[in-house]
C-alpha cells in the first residue's frame, strides 16, 4: 500500500489547473497549422491565424488562451494500491481549483446553484470523476469547460433499427445547429452506447484523446473520418463566418449497451480543448 | 470593405456599415453579459436609470480573466450573444446602436436593429488573449458584486472585429457560409 498526502494532490491541481489554461496541446496547435493551410476562404485563414497567434500570446504570458477559463472538470484514475492521507480527497481537490484559479488570474465561472445563480468567486466545485484503476499510482487530469461550446452538445436516445446511420445524423445536426455558436474550428467528442448518462461520460472522456490518434478500432476510425469530412463540408468555417475548416477532429468512444438502446452523447469543445495531466 | 470606427457609434455611421465589413474599433465601449442585461432590463421596468447613458453606445458581450499585476486586463474574447437576445432589443430601443459578441441572434434582435439602425459585430471566439491587448484602459462602473459579469467601460484600440448583422439585416453567418457549403445529394 503506497501513501499520498493530500497536500500532493491541492499543489498538483493548482498546477494543471493553470498550465491547461494557458498552454494549448500540440495536437491543437498542428491541427489550426493543418486547417490554416486547408483553408479557402480569406476570412477563415484570417481567424485561423489570430487563433494560432493568441495561442503564442497565451504561452508566453502565461495567461489564458481563452477568458472562458471554464469549469474545472477533474478526472482521477486511482490506483487501488494507494492510501490517501491528510484529509478529505473531493476537498483536496477543490482547494487545488480554488488556488489555481486564484493565483493563476482564471476567471471564477461557476455558481453555486442552478437557479439562483450565485458565484461561488473561487470557481469551485469542480465536476470530479473518480475511476479505480490497478496500480500504487494516481493520475490527475484536469480538462477545464467552456460553455459556450458546452451549451451546444446534445444527447439522444435512438433506437437500435437507427443504427450507425442514426448516430452519423444526429452528429451532423448538432453541429449544423450549433453553427457560429462554439467558436469554431471545433473539437467534438462522441460517445456511443452505455446508458444516457455513461454516453455523456465517453463523449467528455473522447475529448481527451489527442485529435491526431484515431480510434484503434477500424469501423470507429473510419466513423471519425468520414464525420470530420462530413462536418467540413457544412461551410461554417473559422468563427462561422465560412470556410472550409469547421473541424479539428472528431474523437468517438463506444460502450456495451442495453438490447433496447442506442444512446449518443455529441460533446463539442471549442479549440480550446485543454486538457493538463498528471501521474503522481 | 475595411473601416476604423470611433465609439460611440452615431446612427448614421452604423447604417453605412455592411456585413462583412472589417473593422477596427477604437474608443469607448461598454461590457455586460446576461446577469448585467438582466438587472439594466429590470432597471428600465422599474423606471430607473441605466448605469451609464445606453444611447449610441456598443455593448461587448465580454466576462474577462482578472488582469495580472500591470496588466490592463486579462484575456478578454466574446461570450456567445443569444444569451442577451431576450434584453437586447430593449436596449436596442433606448439607443443601444451596436453589440460586440460571437454567435447567432435571433428574429426580434435583428428586427429591432433594422428599425433602430444598430449593428452586430462579431469578435474572434477563444482569442481572448489576442484581444486582451486592444483594450487600453478598463474601469469597473457597476454592479461589482458580478465579478466578471459587471460592467465595465473599456476604453480600446483597433479593436478588430467584422460586421456580422448589418442594419439592413444582411447576415455574414448565412452569406459566408453559402459560399463554403458542399451539399450531398
Redesign the interface.
Known amino acids: 500500500m503506497r501513501t499520498i498526502h493530500i497536500d500532493s494532490i491541492i499543489e498538483a491541481v493548482e498546477k494543471l489547473c493553470m498550465d491547461s489554461n494557458y498552454y494549448l496541446n500540440d495536437d491543437i496547435i498542428k491541427g489550426l497549422e493543418k486547417g490554416f493551410n486547408a483553408e479557402?476562404?480569406d476570412?477563415g485563414k484570417e481567424?485561423l491565424s489570430?487563433?494560432i497567434?493568441?495561442a503564442k500570446?497565451?504561452k508566453e504570458?502565461s495567461?489564458?488562451?481563452?477568458?472562458?477559463?471554464g469549469m474545472a472538470v477533474v478526472f482521477m484514475d486511482i490506483g487501488q494500491d494507494v492510501h490517501i492521507t491528510g484529509g478529505s480527497l473531493t476537498d483536496a481537490v477543490n482547494e487545488g481549483v480554488r488556488r489555481g484559479y486564484e493565483k493563476g488570474?482564471?476567471?471564477?465561472?461557476v455558481v453555486r446553484d442552478p437557479i439562483d445563480?450565485i458565484?461561488t468567486?473561487d470557481n469551485t466545485p469542480a465536476v470530479i470523476h473518480y475511476n479505480i484503476i490497478d496500480g500504487d499510482k494516481i493520475k490527475i487530469t484536469v480538462a477545464p469547460k467552456g460553455f459556450?461550446s458546452e451549451?451546444m452538445s446534445g444527447l439522444k436516445m435512438l433506437t437500435p433499427s437507427q443504427g450507425i446511420e442514426g448516430v452519423k445524423s444526429f452528429i451532423i445536426e448538432t453541429v449544423e445547429k450549433a453553427?457560429?455558436?462554439?467558436?469554431p474550428p471545433i473539437v467534438v467528442g462522441v460517445g456511443i452506447g452505455g446508458t444516457m448518462e455513461k454516453a455523456a461520460f465517453l463523449a467528455k472522456k473522447a475529448l481527451l484523446r489527442p485529435i491526431d490518434i484515431r480510434n484503434d478500432v477500424p469501423y470507429l476510425k473510419e466513423l471519425e473520418e468520414e464525420m470530420l469530412e462530413?462536418i467540413n463540408?457544412?461551410?461554417?468555417?473559422p468563427?462561422?463566418?465560412?470556410?472550409?475548416i469547421t473541424a479539428l477532429g472528431v474523437n468517438i468512444e463506444v460502450y456495451p449497451t442495453h438490447i433496447a438502446g442506442l444512446p449518443v452523447a455529441v460533446n463539442i469543445n471549442?479549440?480550446?480543448t485543454r486538457h493538463s495531466e498528471i501521474i503522481i | 470593405m475595411k473601416h476604423t470606427i470611433e465609439a460611440p457609434l452615431t446612427e448614421e455611421k452604423a447604417r453605412e456599415l455592411k456585413a462583412g465589413d472589417i473593422v477596427s474599433i477604437n474608443g469607448i465601449i461598454y461590457t455586460a453579459r446576461d446577469?448585467a442585461h438582466k438587472r439594466m432590463v429590470s432597471l428600465i421596468q422599474e423606471g430607473k436609470p441605466l448605469p451609464f447613458d445606453i444611447r449610441d453606445q456598443i455593448i461587448y458581450y465580454?466576462?474577462?480573466?482578472?488582469?495580472?499585476p500591470g496588466?490592463v486586463i486579462?484575456?478578454?474574447?466574446p461570450?456567445?450573444s443569444?444569451r442577451m437576445d431576450a434584453y437586447a432589443p430593449e436596449l436596442i430601443k433606448l439607443g443601444l446602436k451596436g453589440m460586440i459578441g460571437?454567435?447567432?441572434r435571433n428574429e426580434a434582435v435583428i428586427d429591432a436593429m433594422k428599425s433602430c439602425g444598430a449593428v452586430y459585430f462579431?469578435a474572434?471566439?477563444?482569442?481572448?488573449?489576442?484581444i486582451?491587448?486592444s483594450i487600453v484602459a478598463e474601469e469597473l462602473i457597476a454592479f461589482p458584486d458580478?465579478?466578471?459579469?459587471a460592467i465595465r467601460r473599456l476604453t480600446v484600440k483597433d479593436f478588430?472585429a467584422?460586421v456580422i448583422i448589418d442594419s439592413d439585416g444582411n447576415n455574414?453567418?448565412k452569406?459566408?457560409?453559402?459560399?463554403?457549403?458542399?451539399v450531398?445529394p
Open positions: 479557402e476562404s476570412n481567424i489570430k487563433i497567434e493568441n500570446i497565451a504570458r495567461m489564458a488562451i481563452c477568458q472562458d477559463t488570474y482564471l476567471r471564477k465561472s445563480r458565484n468567486k459556450g451549451n453553427g457560429p455558436n462554439p467558436c462530413r463540408r457544412l461551410g461554417i468555417g468563427s462561422g463566418l465560412g470556410g472550409r471549442c479549440h480550446a | 446577469a465580454v466576462g474577462p480573466c482578472p488582469a495580472k496588466d486579462g484575456s478578454a474574447g461570450t456567445t443569444s460571437k454567435g447567432l462579431g474572434i471566439g477563444g482569442a481572448g488573449a489576442l486582451a491587448r458580478l465579478g466578471a459579469e478588430p467584422v455574414l453567418y452569406t459566408g457560409r453559402e459560399k463554403f457549403q458542399i450531398t
